[in-house]
């Protein structure tokens, strides 16, 4: 039995078997027989609470959600927008429990999640989960009750560290669709994401909630750069550097942080303890020292390693703000303002260079304005977020004609009269017209039409000729087309995907045919072009996270009716160029076509052709009605961090892995070839 076969009765089976199974598992119902009934689809099991088997093949989401939910004997409701099937398999028999936890993996994979409230255990969309869940932890510990792939939401309460400091540490942490936020009132978080994430997020803020740390104190510099000093201090206090100076001490547990701050040019240190914040006190004075080079109006020359930016764009871009500002507000040069703070633009002016093999800046300028320049290259040289965009295109169709008609042709008289009487409607044209039907018959060539031909022959001089035709034609056609282009940039970069034919157009032609020794040289030019799918998305994200995506939308395709025309192919070609807003993680609809036409088209003989059911001897009629529907949707995800973007790719490699997996052909013994291509397993993240 093939595995479209075993599938296709797995699917026929399934609600009966869910039927069977609600009658074994139900609750207050003793089995009295000996004989046990079949198990659902999927199941292995016979008791609640034994182990089990699950073989769900491409079975419908819901079906399995109240499989799954009879296992475990907890109410289980699938929202109407949860649509799909699912592929749930596992090798060995296992525990409600393990089974369940396997469910929610896969609807975490789909976009589905399921959370409880009041009982009632809900299948809904991700995106939804925040809002619905009633499942709520007010421990500092790890969710105990809830399944791994299960939406909640945890109170922690700090004892130590600042809620607000945290949510930007966690944020990145925090699934996309799901939530964090900061009570400053009584120094909480509350973080709605799933259990297993929640546990790894308890372990981290028991780290960082910590007792022995010192308080925040905030040493100005007087000569050196904050911005240059700040990483020096951490990798000499990381390295051990310092630490036979006098009152260095361990930290602890707790990590030293040193935080630039270019504004005011100082450096922002907590330490584990009083001595290691006295040993960084000490190494930043002796750091702070006035250069010998430094206090000259040419002022000194630096290198400044870039990280994100573009070392070219970035070069340009202060070199602009340089002269636009080096007019104004001077201040000498060598100076600083005071308290250390950062002073305007100098006249003495600087120079940015851009190094393109190293991609650094190389800047000649005094102490004040590099401190100046540095802040804004720390502001501009930051890591972009990235905004992956996932759109889907539908399109459905639907075609449908019918033609009825009846053609008859006769003659008035006998052959050899000097005059003969014709009489006759034909209607069409090749084979549908009854005249050139019969005009091939007499070659030995005759072709009807499509659809069901009744024709009528009279024979003339022991010949046939066809005298009466009725034809009578319905078809209907239709198509759905979906396409899901996807696409990962930068943010405010245009990002193209283009998914096409490279069709050839004839732009233009010669023929030379006037030669004396009658050579004919002729050539064309022709112009290829894409006919596909084409989608060009620049994104822009606001402070608020909204996203303003600039898209240009296009969906062409050849029209096969005149493909062989002699002035080359006719394509159909929809297009949206827009610009809209949309949330993080919303789906928005950018535009569509909604088209609908009917085309009726009739022959008949005035007045004959009017008369009731008579009327039918003497006209052809045909009407088609072609109807189109297609929607373009478009779902931006901003993605900040290398964790985001490692969790998004790992997302769709697995689920590539998958459809590799189901894919592979079904074995056979007398063709070789049983394997297909099937990517690595994900690599593991140190």
């Known amino acids: 039995m093939t595995a479209m076969t075993h599938s296709k009765i797995s699917a026929l089976l399934a609600p009966l078997g869910l039927v069977l199974c609600l009658l074994l598992w139900a609750p207050n119902l003793a089995l009295a027989q000996t004989a046990v009934p079949a198990a659902p689809a999927g199941l292995g099991a016979h008791k609640r609470g034994d182990s089990i088997t699950l073989n769900f093949n491409a079975t419908d989401i819901e ?97 130590f560290e600042s809620a607000n400091n945290l949510v930007t540490i966690l944020r990145p942490l925090i699934s996309p669709n799901n939530a964090i936020n900061a009570n400053p009132l009584n120094n909480s978080l509350v973080i709605t994401d799933y259990a297993d994430n929640l546990r790894r997020i308890a372990r981290i803020i028991a780290a960082l909630d910590v007792a022995n740390a010192t308080d925040i104190e905030v040493i100005e510099l007087k000569n050196a750069i904050a911005v240059d000093l700040a990483p020096l201090v951490l990798r000499l206090l990381e390295s051990g550097g310092v630490a036979g100076q006098p009152g260095a001490a361990a930290d602890g547990g707790f990590k030293s942080s040193v935080v630039a701050e270019p504004r005011s040019n100082a450096l922002i240190v907590r330490a584990a303890n009083a001595a290691r914040m006295a040993q960084i006190k000490g190494l930043v004075e002796k750091l702070d020292r006035a250069s010998s080079q430094g206090s000259g109006e040419l002022g000194t020359l630096r290198v400044v390693s870039l990280k994100n930016a573009d070392a070219t764009k970035l070069a340009a871009t202060l070199r602009a703000a340089m002269g636009a500002g080096a007019g104004s507000n001077a201040t000498p040069a060598g100076g600083a303002a005071p308290g250390g703070a950062s002073a305007p633009a100098t006249t003495t002016g600087g120079q940015v260079q851009a190094d393109i093999a190293t991609n650094s800046l190389i800047i000649t300028a005094p102490d004040p304005q590099y401190r100046q320049l540095r802040e804004v290259i720390d502001l501009l040289d930051g890591r972009r977020a990235q905004v992956f965009i996932e759109s889907l295109i539908a399109e459905v169709s639907s075609d449908k004609a019918a033609d009825f008609g009846i053609q008859w042709q006769g003659a008035l008289g006998k052959v050899g009269d000097g005059a003969v009487g014709l009489l006759g409607t034909n209607f069409g044209a090749g084979g ?28 003339y001089d022991g010949k046939y000729v066809l005298g009466a035709l009725g034809r009578f034609l319905e078809s209907s056609g239709s198509g759905n087309v979906l396409s899901t282009p996807n696409l990962l940039t930068l943010d405010n970069e ?40 084409t989608l060009k998305v620049k994104p822009q994200i606001s402070a608020n996270g909204t996203v303003k995506l600039t898209i240009y939308q296009e969906v062409s395709a050849v029209d096969t009716s005149s493909a062989s025309s002699a002035n080359g192919p006719t394509t159909n070609k929809r297009t949206i160029e827009s610009n809209v807003l949309v949330e993080d993680g919303s789906v928005v609809v950018i535009g569509g076509l909604l088209q609908d036409n009917f085309t009726g088209n009739s022959d008949k003989i005035p007045g004959l052709g009017d008369l009731p059911i008579f009327g039918n001897l003497f006209k052809s009629s045909s009407r088609t009605r072609k109807k189109s529907n297609l929607m373009v949707f478009l779902r931006p995800v901003v993605v900040r961090d290398a964790a985001s973007s490692d969790r998004l790719s790992l997302d769709r490699y697995e689920q590539m892995l998958s459809g590799m997996r189901e894919a592979q052909p079904v074995p056979s013994q007398t063709m070789p070839i049983n394997e297909g291509p099937v990517l690595p397993a994900a690599p593991a993240k140190n």
């Open 432 to 459: 549908s017209n009854i005249l050139s039907l019969t005009t091939g018959a007499a070659t030995g060539a005759v072709l009807p039409g499509k659809g069901f031909n009744l024709g009528i022959a009279s024979q």
């Open 494 to 533: 245009e990002a193209k995907i283009v998914i096409a034919q490279n069709v050839p157009f004839v732009t233009g032609q010669f023929t030379n045919t006037g030669t004396g020794n009658g050579a004919v040289n002729p050539f064309q030019t022709i112009e290829r072009k894409d006919v596909g799918l």
């Open 63 to 159: 079906l399995v959600a109240r499989t799954m939910g009879v296992i475990s004997g907890v109410n289980v409701v699938v929202d109407p927008r949860v649509k799909g099937q699912m592929t749930l398999i596992s090798e060995k028999a296992v525990s409600p429990q393990v089974a369940m936890a396997q469910f929610l993996t896969s609807l975490r994979m789909q976009g589905f999640t399921m959370v409880e409230a009041a009982g009632l255990f809900k299948v809904i969309p991700e995106a939804d989960a925040k809002l619905q869940s009633a499942a709520v932890e007010t421990s500092d510990s790890a969710p105990s009750g809830a399944l791994g792939g299960q939406i909640t939401t945890q109170i922690f309460k700090l004892n």
